[in-house]
C-alpha cells in the first residue's frame, strides 16, 4: 500500500515484545513512515514528553503499565496525537474499551502487513482531518474575537462620543462621564460583579445624563437655584433619557435606558422619577447614583466650589441608607483612596455639616 505521510508524522511503536516491535516499524517505514520505539509504557512516557509524534501504536497489555492507560493519558495530555491498540486476546471488551477512551483503531495479532497499514494510514487520515477541523474551529473563534472586539471598540466610540456631545453643553462638568463610567466599573468590581458585567456598566453609565440633551440652556447652565417648575423640567431628563435609549436589541443600551431612568432614585423612596425605594431600584442605578454624586460634589459648578474628596465623603455619608444603599455606599468609601483620578485636595473642603445631598432646593446640583 502506497502512502504519503506527512514530515510531521511520527509514529512510537510500544510493545514490551522486541520481535513485535522491529516488525511493526520495518512495515510502517518500508511505507514512508518515521519511527521510533518503546519496550514499555514508562520509555512511552520518557519519548512523548521529549518530542511531538503523530500516532500511538501501543500493545494492550505489557508488564509495566497498562497500553489502554498510557492511551488514556496520551489522548489526554497530547491534543492531536491519535491511538492505534494492539493486542493478542481477542476480547470484545477490551475492543470496547479501546474505541471509548478515543482510540481511532484496533489491531489483533497476528496482523498482515497491509492490515497495519489501513489501521494506522486510517487513523492519521482521520487526525489529519480533525486536526485541519480544529484549526478552522480557532480561525473562526479568532475572526468572531476580532470582530466582537473591533464592535465592541466601535460601540464605545459611538457611546463615548454622544455622551461628550451632551456634556459640550454643560461644559463645567469637564469629564464627568468618563469619571463615573471608570469609578462605577471599579465600584462593581469591589461588589465581586464579573470583568463582562463591570466593562458593561462602564460603557452603559456614560449615557446616564443623556436626557440632558432635551433640557433648555436656561435650566441646564442656569447659575444659581433652580424655581419649582425648573426643577420639575430638570427631572424629566431621566425619562427622556430612558425614551432615547429604550426599545434597543442592544443589552447594552437596555441597561443605559434603566440607568438614565433611575440614577436619581433615592434609597428612602423620596428620588424621582418614580419614588422607587431600597432594592426594588436596580443595583446598576444604585451604583451609578452613589458615584454621580460624588463625582458632582468634587466639582467646581457655577453655583458653588468642589468639595475635597474627604468632605464629599462626608456629605454623602451622613445620607447612607436615605439617599444611598448603605452596601454601596460604604464599598465606594472604601475603595475611595484607592482610584487614581480622585481629586485630593480639591480647592475648597466641606464638612460633614453642610447640607445633605437632594434635600436643598437646587436639584440641578448634582
Same mark, same amino acid.
Given at each position: ?38 519496550g ?18 501501543s500493545?494492550v ?59 494506522? *494510514?486510517? @487513523? !492519521?487520515?482521520?487526525? +489529519?482531518?480533525?486536526? $485541519?477541523?480544529? %484549526?478552522?474551529?480557532?480561525? &473562526? ?5 476580532e ?6 471598540h ?31 466599573a471599579?465600584? *462593581?468590581? @469591589? !461588589?465581586?460583579?464579573? +470583568?463582562?458585567?463591570? $466593562?458593561?456598566? %462602564?460603557?452603559a453609565?456614560? &449615557? ?12 441646564l ?9 425648573e ?8 425619562t427622556?433619557?430612558h ?11 437596555a441597561l443605559? @435606558? ?13 428620588g ?5 425605594c431600597?432594592?426594588?431600584?436596580p443595583?446598576?442605578?444604585r ?16 453655583y ?14 451622613a ?14 468609601l472604601?475603595?475611595?483612596?484607592a ?7 480639591a ?12 434635600r ?7
Amino acid at each position: 500500500m502506497s502512502v504519503s505521510p506527512g514530515p510531521e508524522e511520527q509514529i512510537l511503536i510500544v510493545d514490551d515484545d522486541r520481535a513485535v516491535r522491529l516488525v511493526l516499524a520495518e512495515l510502517l517505514r518500508a511505507a514512508g513512515y518515521s519511527c521510533t520505539t518503546a519496550g514499555g509504557s514508562l520509555e512511552a512516557h520518557r519519548l512523548l514528553d521529549e518530542r511531538p509524534f503523530a500516532l500511538l501504536l501501543s500493545d494492550v497489555n505489557m508488564p509495566d503499565g497498562s497500553g489502554l492507560e498510557l492511551a488514556r493519558h496520551v489522548l489526554e495530555a497530547h491534543i492531536g496525537v491519535a491511538a492505534v491498540m494492539v493486542t493478542g486476546v481477542d476480547d470484545p471488551d477490551i475492543a470496547t474499551a479501546a474505541l471509548e477512551l478515543g482510540a481511532y483503531g484496533y489491531l489483533l495479532k497476528p496482523f498482515g502487513s497491509l492490515q497495519v497499514e489501513i489501521q494506522v *494510514a486510517n @487513523a !492519521l487520515r482521520r487526525r +489529519r482531518l480533525e486536526l $485541519e477541523s480544529r %484549526r478552522r474551529r480557532q480561525d &473562526l473563534e479568532r475572526r468572531v474575537d476580532e470582530q466582537t472586539s473591533l464592535l465592541r471598540h466601535s460601540n464605545e466610540e459611538t457611546i463615548r462620543r454622544f455622551s461628550f456631545a451632551i456634556e459640550m453643553r454643560n461644559r463645567e462638568t469637564g469629564d464627568h462621564v468618563t469619571r463615573v463610567g471608570e469609578r462605577c466599573a471599579r465600584l *462593581a468590581e @469591589a !461588589l465581586g460583579w464579573s +470583568r463582562d458585567r463591570c $466593562e458593561a456598566l %462602564r460603557l452603559a453609565s456614560l &449615557l446616564h445624563d443623556v436626557g440632558k440633551i432635551a433640557i433648555p440652556d436656561r435650566i441646564l447652565l442656569k447659575p444659581g437655584p433652580l424655581s419649582l417648575d425648573e426643577r420639575h423640567e430638570m427631572q424629566t431628563h431621566t425619562t427622556i433619557g430612558h425614551s432615547i435609549l429604550s426599545d434597543s436589541s442592544s443589552p447594552l443600551l437596555a441597561l443605559a @435606558a434603566e440607568i438614565a431612568l433611575h440614577h436619581h432614585e433615592r434609597f428612602d423612596g423620596l428620588g424621582y422619577p418614580h419614588g422607587l425605594c431600597g432594592r426594588d431600584i436596580p443595583m446598576d442605578a444604585r451604583i451609578v447614583s452613589v458615584v454621580d454624586v460624588f463625582d458632582a460634589l468634587t466639582t467646581d459648578r457655577a453655583y458653588r466650589d468642589a468639595y475635597s474628596p474627604e468632605g464629599a465623603a462626608a456629605v454623602m455619608r451622613a445620607d447612607r441608607g436615605r439617599q444611598f444603599d448603605a452596601e454601596v455606599l460604604d464599598a465606594f468609601l472604601e475603595i475611595l483612596a484607592a482610584l487614581p483620578d480622585v481629586r485630593h485636595g480639591a480647592a475648597h473642603s466641606r464638612d460633614a455639616v453642610a447640607p445633605a445631598v437632594g434635600r436643598g432646593t437646587s436639584a440641578h446640583a448634582v
